[in-house]
């Protein structure tokens, strides 16, 4: 077991470019800075093209940053790690393979034996609720029981952090919802660290203990903000919806919440005084 207040993924100065041939690129990512800790759910939220999925990918070693540096349980990061998985947008589940064989692929692929997983494959099957359908194949399932295939077969080889690179986008909005509390239900059984990427001010609230918000170009952090609060698991409390209104002017605006608190408190008082 991890300690909780262990930080367990960390970065300093990260930058990431891309090149264009020999000219300099487009800066994607400038002197991004965090530490998360072990138990953390952490959602990264920002427009999209904000640079939130290239800062996910260098988080899971499969993108190097331009400079600065990534740690992984205080060692520096060197491309992808077992103890870290990786849920895409799109599910990417193996066509050939039932729900069974899918979450089981990890274990295949590392060459262990059927009887030192099969209850690793067994318990994360329950765990999304699929047991009845743990010989279908991808083409049976509907898109949200797809979803649930992928965050299992993240989950059965007991990552230490788990990265979502907003898995619920193509969703409609039910079962969106159902998979966000289905989310939220595994986070708190398995203290699995998490981080999750979205452009949905209303699901990076709802989901998360943190918060970073990313803005500008290229993109930095302008916020990063503790919404561990009960207030914050319900969608309707007045507090959740302030939130939602600040973020949703700092994001449109690029600016910090701090900044989008005090342009509201402006615009209040200036309301106030044309009455």
Same mark, same amino acid.
């Given at each position: 077991m991890i300690a909780r207040e262990q930080v367990i993924l960390s970065?300093?100065?990260?930058?990431?470019?891309? &090149?264009?041939? +020999? #000219?300099?690129?487009? !800066?994607v990512l400038a002197?991004?800075?965090?530490?998360?800790?072990?138990?953390?759910?952490?959602?990264?939220?920002?427009?999209?093209?904000?640079?939130?999925?290239?800062?996910?990918?260098?988080?899971?070693?499969?993108l190097s940053p331009t400079s600065g540096t990534i740690s992984f349980h205080g060692q520096p990061l060197k491309g992808i790690d077992p103890k870290i998985g990786m849920v895409f947008q799109e599910n990417n589940l193996y066509p050939w393979l039932n729900?069974?064989?899918?979450?089981?692929?990890?274990?295949?692929?590392?060459g262990e034996k059927l009887r &030192?997983?099969? +209850? #690793?494959?067994?318990? !994360?099957?329950?765990?999304?609720?699929?047991?009845?359908?743990?010989?279908?194949?991808?083409?049976?399932?509907?898109?949200?029981?797809k979803q649930r295939v992928a965050i299992a077969r993240s989950i059965a080889v007991q990552p230490d952090v788990l990265l979502l690179d907003e898995p619920f986008s193509a969703l409609d909005i039910q079962l969106r919802r159902r998979l966000q509390d289905f989310l939220?239900?595994?986070?708190?059984?398995?203290?699995?660290?998490?981080?999750?990427?979205?452009?949905?001010?209303?699901?990076?609230?709802?989901?998360?203990?943190?918060?970073i918000v990313i803005g500008g170009q290229p993109g930095k952090i302008l916020e990063s903000i503790d919404i561990s609060a009960s207030c914050f698991r319900h969608?309707?409390?007045?507090?959740?919806?302030?939130?939602?209104q600040y973020l949703e002017a700092a994001i449109e605006k690029d600016i910090t919440f701090r900044e989008a608190q005090?342009?509201?408190?402006?615009l209040k008082i200036l309301k106030a005084s044309n009455n």
């Open positions: 970065g300093h100065n990260l930058s990431k470019s891309f &090149s264009k041939g +020999q #000219k300099q690129g487009t !800066a002197n991004i800075n965090f530490d998360i800790y072990a138990g953390d759910f952490v959602t990264i939220l920002g427009q999209s093209g904000g640079g939130k999925s290239t800062l996910l990918k260098i988080l899971g070693g499969f729900v069974e064989q899918n979450i089981a692929f990890g274990f295949k692929i590392r &030192s997983y099969i +209850q #690793k494959v067994n318990a !994360a099957i329950a765990q999304v609720s699929l047991s009845h359908a743990r010989k279908l194949y991808p083409h049976q399932l509907s898109g949200g029981m939220l239900s595994i986070w708190e059984q398995t203290s699995t660290t998490m981080v999750l990427v979205t452009h949905n001010i209303e699901e990076a609230i709802l989901l998360g203990q943190k918060l969608r309707y409390h007045p507090e959740f919806i302030q939130l939602e005090r342009t509201a408190r402006e």
